[in-house]
């Protein structure tokens, strides 16, 4: 077991994921399967209680502080498509 209980593999396949590759290209890159490299990125997930690798990158870059956590809340469109006031 390697950093904040992740293995080796799940940190590599994290950091190439982080860096914008894809599953395939991970598994190239890495010389491994491609379900090994899904396998790894869902350990990920499970060990810190998320759902997918899009939650996985997001809390590793607010952790990282690549991004900071929005506190604006959604906009609300006052224009329904199609229709326009002049």
């Known amino acids: 077991m390697a950093f904040a209980g992740f293995t080796n593999l799940e940190?590599?396949?994290?950091?190439?994921?982080?860096?914008?590759?894809?599953?395939?290209?991970?598994?190239?890159?890495?010389?491994?399967?491609?379900?090994?490299v899904y396998n790894a990125l869902w350990s990920a997930c499970i060990?810190?209680?998320?759902?997918?690798?899009?939650?996985l990158l997001t809390r590793w870059a607010m952790q990282?502080?690549?991004?900071?956590?929005?506190?604006r809340k959604p906009r609300r469109h006052a224009r329904i498509l199609g229709s326009q006031s002049n």
């Open 47 to 55: 060990k810190i209680g998320i759902k997918n690798d899009v939650a």
């Open 11 to 36: 940190l590599k396949v994290i950091a190439l994921r982080v860096s914008g590759l894809k599953g395939s290209e991970i598994a190239k890159q890495l010389g491994i399967g491609r379900q090994l």
């Open 64 to 71: 990282w502080g690549f991004v900071s956590p929005s506190v």
